[in-house]
């Protein structure tokens, strides 16, 4: 599903957090948001996803006004995994995937919804977890039964905010390959939120770099992950090398403010 944000504002009360943000993001591309903390990330993923809304502003799916859409209807649409993994109710892990199948059905799942919830558990390497209690799982474990269930339903767009926070290095590149393959494999579109540089090198389409509100760089990782972006949104130097074909990202030193460019 190709997605079109165009002329983005979001506001806070007493605080403008989006300014302007324009982007597009194509059918089997994963796009990476990058920046320091408040420069507008999460806003901007809950606004696509519609759970808030712009001051301004156009956000499109496949050329239609998204502000046209149903909540059952983008529920079939987007796959959301948020940055909290915390439940207020007892639920096994199956159950818990399950969920992701409920635009599909109204009292009942369906033999084709346990089947498709046991392949995800299968992809996931969550079915030894199946029946466990999703509150007893470690943070990793419990934002990898996340995204299970985001991709319970078959989702055109999946949103990630920050999907490898919680995970050790090896399921964070187990997810990121599992997230790699599925755009392809399925067709699928991938907006994600990430703080790990080189993970966005790695796998990213394209990144988009946020600062204070506003799409300071967007391309690929060779045009926007440069030294003197590094330097001017994160007020760090870094240094910055070709590995194996891919970018690699090394924070050297703060800069300090007063050493900044103006």
Not at 56 to 82: N, Q, T, W
Request: with cysteine; charged share 25%.
């Amino acid at each position: 599903m190709k997605v079109i944000v165009e002329d983005l504002y979001y506001s806070y009360p007493g605080k403008d957090v989006l300014k302007g943000v324009n982007l597009n993001l194509s059918e089997t591309e994963i796009m990476c948001i990058v920046g320091p903390n408040g420069s507008g990330k999460s806003t901007l993923v809950k606004c696509v996803e519609g759970l808030q809304k712009a001051r301004s502003g156009k956000i499109m799916f496949d050329g239609k006004d998204a502000s046209g859409f149903s909540r059952p209807e983008i529920a079939r649409l987007i796959g959301y995994v948020p940055q909290s993994s915390s439940q207020l109710f007892s639920s096994s892990v199956f159950d818990t995937v399950l969920m992701g199948r409920k635009p599909y059905y109204s009292w009942r799942c369906s033999d084709e919804d346990i089947d498709i919830v046991a392949n995800i558990l299968q992809l996931m390497e969550l079915d030894d977890l199946a029946m466990d209690d999703f509150n007893n799982l470690s943070g990793g474990q419990q934002q990898r039964v996340l995204i299970a269930r985001a991709l319970a339903q078959m989702p055109k767009l999946l949103l990630l905010d920050e999907p490898t926070s919680a995970l050790d290095i090896s399921h964070q590149l187990e997810v990121m390959e599992i997230i790699y393959d599925l755009v392809h494999s399925r067709q699928i579109g991938v907006m994600m939120v990430i703080h790990d540089l080189n993970l966005a090198s790695r796998y990213a389409d394209s990144i988009v770099m946020l600062y204070e509100g506003r799409v300071f760089a967007d391309g690929c990782a060779r045009d926007t992950l440069t030294k003197s972006n590094i330097e001017e949104v994160y007020g760090v130097e870094a240094s910055i090398h070709d590995l194996e074909g891919t970018l690699s990202v090394t924070p050297v030193r703060r800069v300090k403010k007063e050493w900044r460019r103006n």
